[in-house]
């Protein structure tokens, strides 16, 4: 019995291969430069001078009538990372969850001569997170945020 596949001819057929497991860095560098997106979107309306709109994002809420799950689209409030200085540049700090990263050893913030080298700021350190040259920051930062967690349970 011979299966004539004359449409499914054009693709490249293989043996099933499983997706292979990410590890948990891999996210939470991802939950980071999506982070710094925010941030640089901040960054950017503040340096243009335009009205920034609210961050929209759906969430759950349960109908308490009928009991029901319902999704509805609501308004997540972003803080900005950064702040004017009282010489006139700007700083900024990068963090993960509610910590503060440390960026070298005793140093944690990063100073910028005004809001265009702010963005650029910005732009260099999600590039950094995304090549992994904080994943040691992030993996002692989010261990002890477990461990917060465990503590209080």
Not at 108 to 128: I, P
Request: aromatic share 6%.
């Amino acid at each position: 019995m011979e299966i004539t596949m004359t449409i499914l001819s054009g693709l490249k057929l293989i043996q099933n291969l499983h997706k292979p497991r990410s590890n948990g860095i891999h996210s939470k560098r991802n939950k980071l430069a999506t982070r710094l997106d925010e941030q640089i979107e901040i960054a950017r309306a503040k340096r243009d001078g335009v009205r920034r709109e609210p961050h929209r994002c759906m969430k759950t809420v349960k109908n308490s009538v009928t009991g029901q799950k319902v999704l509805v689209e609501g308004y997540k409030t972003v803080r900005a990372w950064f702040w004017p200085s009282v010489s006139g540049t700007y700083c900024f700090n990068i963090r993960y969850g509610s910590k503060i990263i440390e960026l070298a050893k005793g140093k944690d913030t990063v100073e910028v001569s005004d809001l265009s080298a702010l963005v650029d700021a910005l732009l260099t350190m999600k590039s950094a997170v995304l090549a992994g040259e904080l994943d040691v920051q992030i993996e002692v930062i989010s261990g002890s945020l477990r461990s917060c967690f465990r503590s209080k349970a």
